[in-house]
């Protein structure tokens, strides 16, 4: 019984780590705040599982860019920073 049920979990966790690295691209992409983000999630959904669509997934949500408005969380952190002036 003890074996069965740490077989069970052995494999739930081995699936959510398979998942969890299958998604990479998606996470990325929300991340990023991609403007396609809902396609590369269908892409990385339906085709993810190839390593062709996964690697188009991946390069389509590294590609394009930020928000123009300049979003992120980078840009808030440095825009929070005081300024150092040479006279006090």
Do not use: C, Y
Not at 9 to 21: D, E, K, N, T
Not at 41 to 51: D, Q, V
Not at 64 to 69: E, I, L, S
């Amino acid at each position: 019984m003890v074996l069965s049920l740490i077989h069970w979990l052995l494999v739930i966790f081995v699936l959510g780590l398979v998942l969890g690295f299958n998604f990479i691209p998606t996470f990325v992409a929300f991340a990023r705040g991609h403007p396609q983000r809902a396609g590369i999630f269908i892409l990385n959904l339906l085709l993810g599982w190839t390593g062709i669509g996964w690697l188009a997934a991946l390069i389509w949500s590294l590609s394009g860019g930020r928000p123009q408005d300049g979003g992120g969380r980078q840009s808030l952190i440095f825009a929070e920073m005081p300024r150092l002036s040479k006279h006090p």
